[in-house]
Nanobody, 115 residues
Framework: QVQLVESGGGLVQPGGSLRLSCAASVSSLRLYAMGWYRQAPGKQRELVAVSTPGGNTNYADSVKGRFTISRDNAKNMVYLQMNSLEPEDTAVYYC?????????WGQGTQVTVSS
């Protein structure tokens, strides 16, 4: 069983930055595809960014150029650096881990962008 714990959310003004962290309880994080998803009130959960075991990254069009996903496999950590935040980025952000049919989620961390 994989456990994921997110942290780093909070209230930030438009144009500000936040860095989300995801601590994963796995033996070999390098084998997992790691992603960040978000869900705004009244909307479906959507993919924000993903980091594959091969080192590729992909982003939602709405965050390209503003958000960066990174991982430290030695520390079992995944990060989401969010810059130039907009009110539309307000959501609960979830960390996700996938491998061989397994699909694991964290409890989420709230990000609120407001003046």
């Amino acid at each position: 069983q994989v456990q994921l714990v997110e942290s780093g959310g909070g209230l930030v003004q438009p144009g500000g930055s936040l860095r989300l962290s995801c601590a994963a309880s796995v033996s070999s994080l390098r084998l997992y595809a790691m992603g960040w998803y978000r869900q705004a009130p009244g909307k479906q959960r959507e993919l924000v960014a993903v980091s594959t075991p091969g080192g590729n990254t992909n982003y939602a069009d709405s965050v390209k150029g503003r958000f960066t996903i990174s991982r430290d496999n030695a520390k079992n950590m995944v990060y989401l650096q969010m810059n130039s935040l907009e009110p539309e980025d307000t959501a609960v952000y979830y960390c996700n881990a996938r491998r061989l049919g397994g699909d694991f989620w964290g409890q989420g961390t709230q990000v609120t962008v407001s003046s």
